[in-house]
């Protein structure tokens, strides 16, 4: 809420500046540390099965105590922390300084899911990963924050076998699109219709010799 920026992310950095979850009652009711699916599945029990939700033109939510970031770290922390989500809801008429927000849990983006080798190496030959793309690496969840850790850990780590294997394998003598017509040639043939637009199928953007 407001429903303008319904889906929108309220970055987990104002949890880390010192803003509470509390419910209609002005409780707080988790731990400020909890993993994403603890967070999720606390703020769902309080808007359900206990009732402490806050009513919205979209539902039940619960309180995000934003001003109380300025109470901890004095005047004018959060323009300097957390300038875009000021600008955010002030275009609404919220100033978060001055009053909590309402949240929720949503699915923002799908993140996750590559299986990777220490070496960052995926299941396709020549193909590496790092960063929210990839899964495993904190477990079933992780703690807020550490996305920016594991990309530049695993980053680096990507970054440095790509390189030395990339020296190990010979450079074709000349590149072509040949392998995405035989692809979409396989896909007709076997009437797999599909409507999906990626920039590494589109025939377009090869350069043609003149």
Partial sequence: YPEQIFGALVTEKVRSLGAKLVNIDGEVFMHPLETRDVTAASIIRECTARNKGIETNLGKAIWLDTPMIELIHGEGTIEKRIPAMLRMFGKYGIDIRKEPILVYPTLHY???????????????????????????IHGRNRLMGNSLLDVIVFGRNAGIYAAAKAKETATPEKLTLEHINKFNKELEECGAATQTVSPMLLPHYARKDR
């Avoid at 996750?112 to 190496?121: E, H, K, N, P, Y």
């Fill in 110 to 136: 799908q993140n996750g899911g590559l299986d990777i080798t220490d070496d960052c190496a995926t299941g396709v030959e020549n193909l590496y990963a790092a960063g929210e793309v990839a899964g495993g």
